[in-house]
């Protein structure tokens, strides 16, 4: 029998990056998950994040926790009032790049990644990026996907001894939210383990307002699937 | 006047990382340091890095806590016995590199000094990686250096929104230890300040067996000058 490959999965605990994992697991890989706990507002994701890697039976979940409020500059870890029933992709600053972007975060993410696959041999990297929804953030497109993946062929220690290839695979790069969630369905991910709204109420219901929960909801729509999780103002 | 630019620059409190600290000060720039606190056992580093901050006057000092035990394997931050008395480059398992490495330490310090040079409006990150003393690290290689660059080149706001070039200096990349101290010695760097040892003793005195101590010890006897720091045992 061949050995099993190691892999490791960025988590958040929202539907793409469980669509990655569900790839990964797809593709008879050991997962290693790595989800990262940055002073966000909406800490749920750690949560959910919890619960998916244990209903996949992950062969090992990281929680990092990073403090990234140090940088400040993003709604997502600071305080900044996360936009709400704006035009999806209007909640910018002037410059087109979303508020609720985070000065570095991708990079550091995948750092830690790094590391990780280094001590599991692990010799890819999944990581849930989409550039069509988030075209505003530089750290979701191809070309620092490559970049990343370059410097990271240059970083460990099996780039250096035995001339081992690390991949980042970002299979959802060029997909929309709708395809991102008819794909997820026919891998059988349970999207009701799965959270994005930006700012939910106490019960963990999603807000049905910010960007996050409008874009889900007009995915889910166009994908003719019903969103299983629970929204505070049942959308129209 | 021309406006101060900013740089960032990763100080550990070692004799490296401050005289890199002294290079950018000469350079009239406006300093951002960034030291990382990552559960190694010489937390002396992080209290050494705050003396020198507050001595160089840098406009502002990040300490991030980040956990890099997660990711085992390695001297500094694991429970393997520090390496003492052997050949300098000795100390590393069969591959060459040392026990000492970190999985990915590089990638993830430059990726929160990257965080901070975006917040600041820094065009410019000092490290003060050595490629010759740690030949062994694949993190302290020149196409490492150059790898991070063209990543952050597409990774942050001021690379999308106005084609602004971050440059990643490591000006100590080819110096020996002794060319380091020189130099350092030239910019007035307070090498009392700083810190080499990975097991110092419980009052702060290196312990003058260690690699690092090894290594310090012959740079500044090859360079002619007495390092002012404390040793356990006073070195022949």
Do not use: W
Not at 82 to 107: C, F, H, M, Q
């Amino acid at each position: 029998m061949p050995e099993t490959r190691n892999a490791v999965v960025l988590l958040s605990g929202g539907l793409d990056s469980t669509t990655v994992l569900a790839i990964a697991r797809s593709e008879g890989l050991r997962i290693n998950a790595i989800t990262f706990s940055y002073g966000q507002r909406h800490s749920g994701e750690v949560e959910a994040a919890r619960r998916i890697a244990a209903a996949n039976r992950v062969a090992r979940h990281e929680i990092v926790r990073i403090d990234l409020r140090a940088f400040g500059g993003s709604a997502l870890t600071a305080d900044i009032a996360v936009p709400k029933n704006r035009e999806l992709g209007a909640a910018s600053d002037n410059s087109g790049i979303p508020i609720t972007y985070v000065p570095a975060r991708n990079t550091i993410f995948l750092s830690y990644a790094l590391g990780l696959a280094e001590v599991t041999g692990s010799d890819q990297i999944f990581i849930g990026v989409n550039a069509l929804d988030y075209s505003g953030y530089p750290d979701c497109r191809p070309g620092f996907i490559e970049a990343f993946q370059r410097l990271a062929n240059l970083a460990t220690r099996a780039s250096v001894e035995t001339g081992t290839r690390l991949r980042i695979r970002a299979p959802l790069i060029d997909l929309s939210k709708s395809e991102i969630i008819r794909l997820g369905g026919r891998l059988g991910v349970d999207f009701s383990l799965t959270t994005s709204c930006y700012d939910p109420a106490e019960d963990g219901s999603a807000c049905g307002e910010c960007d996050a929960c409008q874009l889900r909801l007009k995915g889910f729509a166009a994908a003719g699937l019903t969103d299983p999780i629970r929204y505070l103002r049942q959308p129209a």
